[in-house]
């Protein structure tokens, strides 16, 4: 079972930039496929970004273009460099781990994840 730890998260204003990390321990990094879902006040978590075992990535609308996952199996870490920040992304983020994905495939469904980061906040200024 792993276990994940968000971290990198605070108060930027709109227009900046922020990375956020998650590091996993107790398990085999490698044969999960990765992914960051955030969650606002009064709103559902959505999903943000998703990494294959591979390396392939699969994005939001909402964030194409302007956030970047990847991941450094060596150190069991995921990263999100999130920029051109906009108040709309304000929100929890949370990194989780899917342990039944193919090689090759991702997920953006919530309940498709196994084990979740405890959040770190993100707030963007106007």
């Known amino acids: 079972q792993v276990q994940l730890v968000d971290s990198g998260g605070g108060l930027v204003q709109a227009g900046g930039s922020l990375r956020l990390s998650c590091a996993a321990s107790g398990g085999t990094f490698s044969s999960y496929a990765m992914g960051w879902f955030r969650q606002a006040p009064g709103k559902e978590r959505e999903f943000v970004a998703a990494i294959s075992r591979s390396g392939g990535t699969h994005y939001a609308d909402s964030v194409k273009g302007r956030f970047t996952i990847s991941r450094h199996n060596a150190i069991n870490s995921v990263y999100l460099q999130m920029n051109s920040l906009k108040p709309e992304d304000t929100a929890v983020y949370h990194c989780?781990?899917?342990?039944?994905?193919?090689?090759?495939?991702?997920?953006?469904?919530?309940?498709?994840?196994?084990?979740w980061g405890q959040g770190t906040q993100v707030t963007v200024s106007s």
């Open positions: 989780a781990a899917d342990e039944k994905r193919s090689y090759y495939a991702v997920s953006d469904t919530l309940s498709e994840y196994d084990y």
